[in-house]
């Protein structure tokens, strides 16, 4: 692999810098949009703000298509509470317990920024002692604190802080000498900052294809409906860049592209799954296959919104996936990897 591993971090840093929960991704799209367009790559943004780069191939009437998703988990305020404190409702789906003590900022419909702490209503064992333990972490039992100084409902709204307005996690991200990346939303922006890449290496390497290749970037996958409309009409192969999920009993890697056989949604493409792993096999690339119970894809969507396409999930491993994940800088060569050398495929 002559890949270069930096150009992949540093598009990874830059993403995940830029807060884009489901709902909340124009300023993303649009740091996307430059990038392309800095590369004098034609694109088209669809009517859900979806970004769709294409490049033609030899076949023009059979197309691949590969999909990663740039919206992510958040929050958004529910409700501003007597004392000041901010109630809310999780965007996209995760575990409680993974935002407590976490920060966060607060983003105003006119543009404000304010910075908080998502913490449990009975934070301190000092005050609660085994009430503040046991307390079911549960949005109702959670709140955002502001750091500002308020004391009520009113000096809040005085703020412009309104029910709706959004609540971007911080995401932490750290890279360590070892190339081991932790942050939150390497789902999917890991995989973003992978197809970032191989729309990069295509342009640059003027890589002949034989099929007309596009890469969708989708703004709703988190909550379920991210690719289900707008595919380029020819897509026969809809291939989801996502992630692995590896953990208990799973036989997924951090240090591998995974191929997913099954999810939630039922069994993907048989034939297509053999390909990509054919193609992992002939070039020595580290994979693994694996069944994940409570996931879904974009592909998946596609699926279910009636597009008769073969479809295939594929991504590097990413472990305590929608929590504080972590991943390997291999799993990302990796499925950089693999994609290039299929699409060069005929």
């Given at each position: ?20 929960p489901t709902?909340?991704?124009k ?13 004098n ?86 005050i ?57 939303y ?9 197809l ?15 099929y ?85 894809s ?49």
């Amino acid at each position: 692999m002559n890949y270069d591993k930096n150009s992949i971090l540093n598009e990874l840093k830059t993403i995940l810098s830029i807060p884009s929960p489901t709902g909340y991704t124009k300023s993303v799209i649009q740091y996307l949009k430059e990038e392309i367009t800095n590369m004098n790559i034609p694109y088209k943004i669809t009517n859900k703000g979806a970004l769709i780069v294409s490049f033609s191939g030899t076949n023009n009437d059979y197309q691949r298509t590969f999909t990663s998703h740039i919206d992510t988990l958040g929050a958004m305020v529910k409700g501003i509470k007597a004392n000041g404190a901010l109630s809310f409702v999780p965007v996209g789906g995760y575990m409680m317990s993974t935002l407590e003590g976490e920060n966060c900022t607060i983003k105003t419909l006119d543009g404000a920024s304010y910075s908080g702490t998502i913490q449990t209503t009975k934070p301190s064992v000092h005050i609660s002692g085994d009430d503040a333990r046991n307390l079911k972490r549960t949005p109702e039992n959670m709140e955002v604190i502001l750091d500002e100084k308020v004391f009520s409902k009113n000096d809040v709204e005085t703020l412009g802080i309104d029910v709706g307005d959004y609540i971007c996690i911080d995401t932490r991200t750290t890279i360590t000498e070892k190339e081991f990346i932790k942050s939150r939303y390497l789902d999917d922006k890991a995989s973003a900052s992978v197809l970032m890449y191989v729309i990069k290496y295509i342009n640059e390497n003027k890589i002949k294809l034989p099929y007309t290749t596009n890469f969708y970037i989708s703004n709703y996958e988190e909550v379920g409906h991210g690719s289900s409309a707008a595919l380029p009409e020819n897509t026969k192969e809809f291939i989801a860049v996502d992630m692995g999920a590896p953990g208990c009993e799973q036989n997924s890697s951090e240090y591998t592209v995974c191929i997913c056989a099954k999810d939630s949604s039922g069994p993907y493409d048989y034939d297509l799954r053999k390909k990509l792993v054919d193609t992992c096999k002939k070039n020595n690339i580290p994979y693994k296959i694996d069944i994940y119970p409570h996931y879904g894809s974009d592909a998946s969507a596609a699926l279910s919104a009636g597009w008769d396409v073969k479809a295939a999930l594929i991504g590097p491993g990413v472990f305590a996936s929608h929590a504080y994940e972590r991943t390997h800088v291999d799993a990302l060569l990796a499925t950089v990897d693999l994609i290039i050398k299929y699409i060069v495929k005929k």
